[in-house]
């Protein structure tokens, strides 16, 4: 996990180096007053909803608002390793090589 977010943030970085310097300098507008939301993001070439959730990020202080906190996390659908060996013992003895093709026919 440490490796998936190390990697994350290097490119997520690297993408986003560009936008660093603007992002900054149109914070400093929209915070001024100067820029409305919806300037923000058409000078920075994103959506409106991406602003204002890096704006969000922002306020927390972490000094990145791009970097994505779900990286490195488990997901909450995640199967369980015990229904996973179940379902794939299931398929190996009693449906190989069946396939959804002669359901949608």
């Given at each position: 996990?440490?490796?998936?977010?190390?990697?994350?943030?290097?490119?997520?970085?690297?993408?986003?180096?560009?936008?660093?310097?603007?992002?900054?300098?149109?914070?400093?507008?929209?915070?001024?007053?100067?820029?409305?939301?919806?300037?923000?993001?058409?000078?920075?070439?994103?959506?409106?909803?991406?602003?204002?959730?890096?704006?969000?990020?922002?306020?927390?202080?972490?000094?990145?608002?791009?970097?994505?906190?779900?990286?490195?996390?488990?997901?909450?659908?995640?199967?369980?390793?015990?229904?996973?060996?179940?379902?794939t013992e299931l398929y190996s003895e009693k449906y190989r090589g069946?396939?959804?093709?002669?359901?949608?026919?």
């Open positions: 996990m440490v490796m998936a977010r190390a990697i994350q943030e290097g490119l997520r970085m690297a993408r986003f180096v560009e936008v660093q310097g603007p992002y900054n300098e149109v914070q400093g507008r929209y915070n001024g007053g100067e820029l409305s939301c919806e300037d923000a993001a058409v000078l920075l070439g994103v959506d409106v909803r991406t602003f204002l959730r890096w704006r969000q990020r922002d306020a927390g202080g972490n000094g990145a608002p791009w970097v994505d906190g779900r990286v490195g996390k488990v997901s909450p659908n995640r199967a369980a390793d015990a229904e996973i060996a179940a379902l069946f396939t959804v093709a002669p359901v949608h026919a």
